[in-house]
């Protein structure tokens, strides 16, 4: 069984930390570091859409390394240079972020995803993709890898509410979600949801309903978002005629708190907010001081006080698996 939070190796916080969850498996530090496979999306290239979500930018929310001409290998090395420099890390795992990392023939996926396992200081596969771009032998193949190495699926829900999705022309539904995390769950993969605050029509209820249904979820973990404007997005358009209006940072702050407070305390939060690039953020400007929105989220936990799993009730939870403690090798 996973230890408890609090018996977690440099386990400071009041959530279940991403670093302090990676050192409980391997003993040290491991780092993630960002890929773009080159790979596209059903809401763009017309399957389910085109102009993908209102506020995706051309780069599918990625670095754009692949359209200048760097292979994974290449990504991956200088990655691993930058990132061992900074944190004196020895193991990675490879994130696959740009677009949708599911969505293309199984022999175009295997060769990318294999040319990042050759590395043997790879100790993991972090692969970012939609509920609705899963095959059975995608799972498959990812089931296979999960045998030696951490394997996260994250899959990317933003809202549990239909109509924000359609809103925000996301392209599926809820239960698109939910079948999808049924289908995974169970192949010793790690399932993990994408969401945003801040999203056009919801308010604090809809938000935290949305930390409420992923709850009874047999999900591992979860990434948070803020929402942000990005430049020649249909959300800057939106924004710019006083359509749209982003999250204060004090309600940013409050809301995170509120909904980590609603989610089981085992569950892993791998992200408090996003990292806009700065020459294309067109607001809210607070948000690139992403020290300090850290630090007030914390002090918020400290002032209340709270904790992961405050308000959860365990209840209602389903039946879900945790992560596992096995050992992983690259």
């Known amino acids: 069984m996973l230890k408890p939070m609090t018996d977690l190796p440099h ?19 491991v780092q993630k570091i960002t890929l773009d496979a080159g790979l596209t999306c059903p809401n763009r290239n017309g399957r389910v859409g085109t102009g993908g979500c209102i506020y995706c930018n051309p780069r599918g929310s990625g670095t754009g390394a692949w359209a200048r001409g760097k292979s994974i290998t290449v990504q991956l090395q200088e990655g691993m240079a930058r990132l061992g420099k900074r944190y004196k890390a020895q193991k990675f795992i490879a994130y696959f972020q740009s677009f949708c990392n599911t969505y293309a023939p199984l022999d175009q996926l295997q060769p990318l995803y294999e040319e990042a396992l ?32 951490l394997v996260w699926l994250e899959l990317g829900l933003q809202s549990a509410h239909d109509a924000t999705l359609r809103r925000i022309n996301r392209g599926h539904d809820v239960a698109c979600f939910s079948r999808a995390v049924e289908e995974a769950a169970g192949r010793g993969l790690h399932l993990l949801a994408h969401v945003i605050l801040g999203l056009p029509g919801e308010g604090r209820n809809q938000m935290l309903a949305t930390a409420d249904y992923l709850a009874v979820l047999p999900l591992e973990g979860v990434k948070i978002h803020l929402l942000y404007v990005i430049q020649g997005t249909p959300l800057e358009r939106l924004y710019r005629c006083g359509e749209y209006q982003p999250l204060t940072e004090d309600d ?46 914390k002090d918020t936990f400290a002032v209340r006080p709270s904790y992961q799993g405050k308000l959860w009730q365990p209840q209602k939870k389903a039946h879900a698996k945790t992560p596992s403690t096995q050992s992983y090798g690259g």
Not at 124 to 139: K, M, N
Request: charged residues 20%; glycine residues 4%; proline residues 8%.
């Open 252 to 297: 940013y702050v409050s809301l995170v708190v509120d909904f980590i407070e609603r989610l089981p305390p085992q569950m892993v939060i791998h992200r408090l907010t996003g990292d806009p690039h700065p020459d294309e953020l067109v607001a809210p400007t607070w948000c690139l001081n992403k020290k300090r929105v850290l630090a007030a989220i």
């Open 11 to 29: 386990a400071t916080s009041p959530y279940r930390d991403l670093n302090s969850y990676l050192f409980s498996i391997f003993g040290e530090r």
């Open 118 to 149: 050759a590395f043997p200081e790879i100790v993991g596969l972090s692969i970012g993709t939609r509920p609705d771009c899963l095959s059975a032998e995608i799972l498959e193949l990812l089931a296979h890898y999960a045998r030696t190495y």
